[in-house]
């Protein structure tokens, strides 16, 4: 079981160009545009991405497809983008959806 909070998304840029977007309690329709300013018109583009999951207890089918568009933005499979602090829950719908085979799980 997983633990949530506050439904939001956060991001921040490292000195060695990694972006962390952080989201807790659901990632669902209707974030799109909050998740998309996180990583669309930046000064300097990331060479590696983040996905925190820390807290978050639900993704949907929307969010889903919001992490494929992050990575073909990213560059599709030269992406470097890594999912980590997933709950058991949200690992498993990842999983069923085949992510493993695009995303690394930390």
Known sequence: AC???NMTVTSAMSGDS??????????????????QACYQNLEVQP????IDMAGLVYV???ALGL???LRDHAGGGASVISITNCCSDVRKI?????FEKMFTFL
Do not use: E, K, N, P
């Open 18 to 35: 990694q972006l962390t977007i952080s989201i807790s309690d659901r990632f669902v329709f209707g974030m799109q545009d909050d998740f």
């Open 47 to 50: 060479l590696s991405y983040v």
């Open 60 to 62: 949907d089918s929307f």
């Open 94 to 98: 990842l999983s069923i959806a085949g």
């Open 67 to 69: 992490l494929l568009i």
């Open 3 to 5: 633990a949530g909070g």
